[in-house]
């Protein structure tokens, strides 16, 4: 197992770290949708510079260009989070 690999102990599943980082950014957004849509005070641009960190780190760890993934707006949010969930 190499620094770039985790393991999923209960099924002994072996995922690299970009498929890693892909779940839990779809996760995040998903929670992002939900408090938005029930209403809920936080700060959109702090949580989504959060998450477009991650996706710079998600867009150089994935093995193919084809696989990138646009960072996140406020004006176009509910757009480019289909490409996550």
């Known amino acids: 197992m190499t620094g770039y690999q985790r393991v999923d102990e209960?099924?002994?599943?072996?995922?690299?770290?970009?498929?890693?980082?892909?779940?839990?950014?779809?996760?995040e957004i998903t929670d992002?949708?939900?408090?938005m849509d029930e209403g809920t005070d936080?700060?959109?641009?702090?949580k989504l510079d959060g998450l477009n960190?991650?996706?710079s780190r998600y867009n150089e760890a994935v093995p193919s260009v084809h696989l990138k993934k646009p960072h996140l707006t406020?004006?176009?949010?509910a757009?480019?989070?289909y490409l996550w969930v």
């Open 10 to 27: 209960a099924n002994r599943h072996v995922f690299p770290d970009w498929i890693e980082l892909q779940n839990e950014i779809s996760e």
């Open 32 to 35: 992002l949708m939900i408090a």
């Open 42 to 46: 936080f700060n959109l641009t702090h």
């Open 53 to 55: 960190e991650k996706i």
């Open 74 to 77: 406020p004006g176009q949010l």
């Open 79 to 81: 757009k480019q989070a």
